[in-house]
């Protein structure tokens, strides 16, 4: 069996689309897509023989391999990657061209690569009528984000900007994102919820950025994980809790009274722009003073 031809990888790209992920994922990672570039793009969906490609115990891999599915294609009993198909079949194209080529006696004239574009393949030259080098092919469906699969996408000269569902946008700009984050991976993992846990995902976000505020050195988690994983359930059961509560204000009369009651730690609310926290009641029920607000 031949060698199989060299696998296009950009460093820049890929860590990109990856940056959620662990140095053990990202190696378990890596050597998937080795192993899918040498069988031929793709490989079985088999977690014991994949465990072994990736140095993992079988209980370890399939742990990983959920937080891989939001880069993968599952399906048939295969584990194929969008991006990295293409480019095999694009090498399998260009050898079965040349190869062609070979056996009618070298490179086809005019004629005989209109013969071969009728049959699927295309010249040693070029892929397309426009005249360019063969170093700087085009390639098909170019529009196509590299964060589709974490394999990157060759050079585009343009791309369409994405649209996303208006429900997603709501979600997308409430949550506490990042410039690593990936709107596009995040898309992707909300298209998979069903409706109602989208609607879950969306409530629980003001419980989630509370959280974020009163732990500064809390790290958001990816939206991706926070969708796929669905890490939206407890915050959205907080949220709810929160909704039959009264936010009162640090420093007011009721936040001191309520304090006299039970120390309280405070945090940010965005939708009173001020600090406090929320309590069963504007006043406690031991206070007189609740009997006169009412």
């Known amino acids: 069996m031949s060698q199989a031809p060299s696998l296009p990888f950009f460093v820049d790209a890929y860590l990109a689309d990856t940056t959620h992920l662990t ?77 062609q080529n070979g056996r009618l006696g ?49 050079q585009a000269s343009s791309r369409k900007r994405l649209s996303y569902p208006a429900a997603f946008e709501a979600f997308w700009s409430a949550y506490p994102t990042d410039s690593l984050m990936s709107k596009k991976q995040a898309a992707e993992a909300w298209s998979r919820l069903p409706l109602e846990a989208r609607e879950v995902a969306t409530a629980s976000l003001p419980a989630f950025k509370a959280y974020c505020q009163n732990h500064p050195d809390y790290r958001p988690v990816h939206a991706v994980r926070y969708l796929s994983q669905e890490r939206f359930v407890g915050f959205s059961e907080t949220a709810a809790k929160v909704s039959q509560l009264v936010f009162v204000a640090k420093g007011s009369g009721e936040w001191e009274a309520w304090q006299r009651v039970k120390r309280t730690a405070s945090a940010r609310s965005d939708a009173h722009q001020k600090d406090g926290w929320w309590f069963p009641s504007r006043w406690p029920p031991e206070t007189r003073q609740q009997g006169e607000a009412a």
């Open 23 to 99: 140095t053990e994922e990202h190696g378990a990672y890596l050597l998937l897509l080795m192993a899918m570039w040498r069988r031929g793009g793709s490989v079985p969906d088999d977690d014991a023989d994949n465990a072994r490609v990736v140095r993992l115990t079988p209980r370890r891999w399939r742990q990983v391999k959920e937080r891989l599915a939001p880069l993968l294609v599952l399906g048939d009993g295969e584990i194929r990657q969008k991006r990295l198909q293409k480019e095999w079949d694009f090498v399998q194209n260009r050898r079965n061209a040349a190869s």
């Open 106 to 154: 070298g490179r086809p004239s005019s004629n005989k690569n209109s013969d071969l574009e009728k049959a699927g393949g295309f010249s040693s030259l070029k892929r397309d009528e426009s005249p360019q080098s063969h170093t700087q092919r085009k390639i098909p469906d170019a529009s196509a984000s590299s964060s589709e699969t974490g394999v990157p996408d060759r």
